[in-house]
């Protein structure tokens, strides 16, 4: 039995017919309205809890001064960090999965999370090299993971599972080669590394979020602008050149997208486990579509990671976790689920 799904043609001045998934489009504003309330509720928490309201009256310019520097100069800046680097996980995550027309197609598993993280250790070990300095490293890490990762997997083009293969032994090398330079650290950069590695927003400030927005301010709608060749995709190599989709050029462009938005958020926050394996997974039952659902992954990845933040400092008590241990216990479950249903289904 099949269900009808409810779409809505729009038409510009233009003449451009644009169809609206009205399912896809009620998800994408639900978890938006969700990110937005459950970053008010993370601002307003901390050892200086402010309520929602208050938060709500400082963030247009309406608080004391007190609540002023809390918000704008110490909390704001840390959430804003959260809700782009989670919606920039969730895109890249959807990205990869759609491409290689796997769900288990992830940077987690393909390794580009590995490779920003060697990139930051190579800078932390053996240079010391400041916070900037961190964050440009483990940049250059992931690009150059995913650019190998591309390489070794081309063969008269890139495909799914030869793709995530390929990660994963990629993956594992860059692994083992992360292990041996915290061998080498000193104790002091060591305990540092092992911060950064577990995936954090602490400490996070505007110094973060700028380069953050402007990259996600440029790839985001070029993303969008190539969904339906990424639609296209998703039906195989064949069909897509019949209806005109530069196959090659459209699956390259939106790789280099996808390991851009993943390297930078690592960089911006650490490795954040399995916020893009997740989110996609999680809007495709949500708005019950097979398409590469970019918009609601986006929004999924921000309201993801927000909550798992809050969840981070108000479960715990005064142990406070950093974001990427609850990700990564949250993530981890949901992989094994995962795993059992692609088994019982034949796909693996």
Same mark, same amino acid.
């Given at each position: 039995m099949t269900t009808k799904r409810a779409h809505r043609a729009v038409r510009t001045p233009g003449g451009l017919s644009v169809r609206l998934d009205v399912r896809a489009l009620a998800v994408v504003v639900l978890l938006l309205l969700a990110a937005l309330a459950a970053s008010v509720v993370l601002i307003g928490t901390g050892d200086f809890p402010i309520p929602a309201g208050d938060v709500l009256k400082t963030l247009v310019g309406?608080?004391?001064? +007190?609540?002023?520097?809390?918000?704008?100069?110490?909390?704001?800046?840390?959430?804003?960090?959260?809700?782009?680097?989670?919606?920039?996980? +969730?895109?890249?995550?959807?990205?990869?999965?759609?491409?290689?027309?796997?769900?288990?197609?992830?940077?987690?598993? @393909?390794?580009?999370?590995?490779?920003?993280?060697?990139?930051? @250790?190579?800078?932390?070990?053996?240079?010391?090299?400041?916070?900037?300095?961190?964050? @440009?490293?483990?940049?250059?890490?992931? @690009?150059?993971?995913?650019?190998?990762?591309?390489?070794?997997?081309?063969?008269? +083009?890139?495909?799914?599972?030869?793709?995530?293969?390929?990660?994963?032994?990629?993956?594992?090398?860059?692994?083992?080669?992360?292990?041996?330079?915290?061998?080498?650290?000193?104790?002091?950069?060591?305990?540092?590394?092992?911060?950064?590695?577990?995936?954090?927003?602490?400490?996070?400030?505007?110094?973060?979020?700028?380069?953050?927005?402007?990259?996600?301010?440029?790839?985001?709608?070029?993303?969008?602008?190539?969904?339906?060749?990424?639609?296209?995709?998703?039906?195989g190599d064949d069909v897509s050149y019949s209806l005109g989709v530069r196959v090659e050029r459209v699956r390259m462009l939106l790789l280099v997208a996808a390991v851009l938005l993943t390297a930078a958020a690592t960089a911006a926050a650490g490795p954040v486990s399995f916020v893009a394996l997740t989110a996609p997974q999680l809007a495709r039952r949500l708005t019950r579509s097979p398409g590469p659902n970019l918009l609601p992954s986006l929004c999924m990845g921000a309201a993801l990671l927000v909550t798992a933040d809050w969840v981070s400092q108000r479960v715990f008590g005064a142990d406070q976790l950093p974001v990427g241990v609850v990700t990564g216990v949250l993530g981890g479950a949901y992989l094994l689920w995962l795993l059992v249903a692609e088994r019982r289904a034949g796909r693996i």
């Open positions: 309406d608080g004391n001064p +007190g609540q002023e520097f809390i918000v704008t100069e110490l909390r704001l800046p840390r959430v804003l960090v959260g809700l782009l680097v989670g919606a920039s996980l +969730g895109l890249g995550g959807a990205l990869f999965q759609s491409i290689s027309r796997n769900p288990l197609g992830s940077p987690d598993v @393909l390794g580009l999370g590995q490779g920003a993280t060697a990139g930051a @250790l190579v800078v932390i070990v053996l240079f010391s090299g400041s916070a900037g300095a961190v964050t @440009l490293g483990a940049l250059v890490g992931g @690009l150059g993971t995913g650019l190998a990762i591309y390489a070794l997997a081309w063969k008269q +083009g890139v495909h799914g599972y030869r793709l995530v293969l390929v990660g994963i032994g990629v993956s594992a090398v860059v692994t083992a080669v992360n292990g041996y330079l915290l061998t080498k650290a000193d104790l002091v950069d060591a305990a540092r590394a092992v911060v950064w590695m577990t995936g954090s927003l602490s400490g996070r400030d505007w110094a973060q979020v700028w380069p953050l927005l402007a990259l996600c301010a440029v790839l985001v709608p070029l993303v969008l602008a190539n969904a339906r060749g990424l639609r296209m995709l998703e039906m």
